[in-house]
């Protein structure tokens, strides 16, 4: 079934043209009686009535699930209802699996709508961002499992930005930027140009942040705050000191919010990332501090592979002649892990993090947003289908 956004009934009220050029009483009469009970009528023989409005009553049959088959235009189907019976048939695009078709139907409703319903034409192009960002979404996963470049992903993004804005779809214009950071970030940095998409995707990731708050919306928002820092730690600046700096701040945003508390393994990638940022600030101290919670958690997680990249970063500290003493950091972490060894297994948590690249010096690396399940429907059109 597909979720159709509300549009003020489909009376033939919602029409006002229709009873002046139509002029048949009791055609409308009809009609309207009809709608309050559908099953009372053939859809054909009402709609036949209603004259160049006689898309109108399979409209109302396709969306209440009586007929399988969408309602087609007729060459003087008037442009209102044109846009809406567009609409339609790109839910049952959507419906066939066929989302470039569905793009196709909303972009020809969304110019009908344009002068004669702006708020109709609005929802449209909300509706067709969501197919894009689907399609971007789609084309995303299947780049990633392939090795190939994003490009047609970010195709898709592109497009959908150019349909909503921050004001007309707040939260569907900051998922979009959310997406398109990804797609910068995730891309192969085969040459020195390309290091200008972790700019393009900082602005991106800026953007979302705008949108989403850690108390309304936590899950991208902290996936925005994530990436960002990560972007500006290895962003090509005259400033690097203070990207920086403000990656460090955004790592401690995100451990203050307790988006991590439930995570182990996220948790410990989380203080890794910020121990790395401390340290080529020459932040010995503090790095050594963060890198030493994450070594436990690793531990404490049998996560060798993680454990190994903590204890590179912190042999690397103590190379560079850092007065702090790897013998009571050790004893210190053995009793940890001892304490440890007595919780219950079901205490300690299992939990995935969120995918974060962990490194011991400077390379493109990030945290990438998954994209959603490539078969997501977009919402789009009129009313509520039922399964009939």
């Known amino acids: 079934m597909t979720e159709i956004a509300a549009q003020p009934g489909l009376g033939v009220g919602a029409f006002p043209d229709a009873l002046r050029l ?11 009686a009809w709608l309050e009970a559908p099953d009372s009528d053939n859809a054909g023989d009402v709609g036949a009535a209603l004259g160049r409005y006689r898309p109108l009553a399979d409209l109302v049959a396709y ?3 009586q007929v399988d088959d969408p309602p087609v235009c007729h060459d003087d189907t008037p442009t209102e209802l044109r846009a809406l019976v567009l609409s339609a048939q790109a839910s049952a695009r959507l419906e066939a699996q066929d989302p470039a078709g569905a793009v196709t139907c909303l ?39 392939a090795g190939e470049a994003l490009g047609t992903a970010m195709g898709h993004y592109y497009d959908a930005l150019q349909l909503v804005s921050e004001q007309s779809a707040p939260l569907v214009w900051a998922g979009i930027q959310l997406d398109l950071a990804a797609a910068h970030l995730a891309s ?26 850690p108390d309304e919306h936590p899950g991208p928002w902290s996936m925005a705050t994530l990436n960002l820092a990560n972007a500006l730690v290895y962003l090509p600046s005259t ?9 460090v701040e955004l790592y401690e945003e995100i451990l203050a919010s307790g988006a991590r508390d439930s995570d182990a393994s996220g948790r410990a990638r989380l203080l890794t990332n ?18 030493v919670e994450a070594r436990f958690l690793f531990e404490s997680q049998l996560d060798h592979d993680g454990a190994l990249t903590v204890r590179s970063l912190l042999d690397e500290i103590a190379k560079a002649g850092v007065g702090f003493d790897h013998d009571d950091e050790m004893a210190a972490l053995a009793r940890k892990t001892e304490q440890m060894s007595r919780m219950p297994a079901e205490e300690m948590g299992r939990t995935a ?19 959603p399940d490539a078969q997501q429907r977009a919402t789009v059109t009129v009313l509520s289908r039922s399964d009939g």
Not at 22 to 32: L, P
Not at 239 to 247: I, K, S, T
């Open 22 to 32: 139509n002029g048949d009483g009791a055609a409308i009469a009809r009609y309207h």
């Open 63 to 65: 969306t209440i699930g």
């Open 107 to 145: 972009h020809e409703a969304i110019a009908a709508a344009e002068t004669v319903s702006p708020e109709l034409a609005a929802t449209l192009r909300i509706s067709a961002s969501e197919v894009h960002q689907a399609l971007g979404n789609q084309a995303h996963s299947a780049a990633l499992a």
């Open 188 to 213: 192969p940095m085969a040459q020195a140009t390309d290091q200008l998409r972790l700019g393009i995707a900082t602005q991106s990731l800026r953007a979302a942040r705008n949108i989403f708050t």
């Open 239 to 247: 400033h690097q000191g203070d990207n920086l700096v403000e990656a």
């Open 274 to 291: 910020q121990g790395n940022a401390l340290a080529h600030l020459g932040i010995f101290d503090q790095a050594t501090a963060k890198l």
């Open 353 to 371: 993090g969120m995918d974060v690249t962990v490194r011991p010096t400077p390379e493109p690396a990030a945290a990438v947003v998954p994209p």
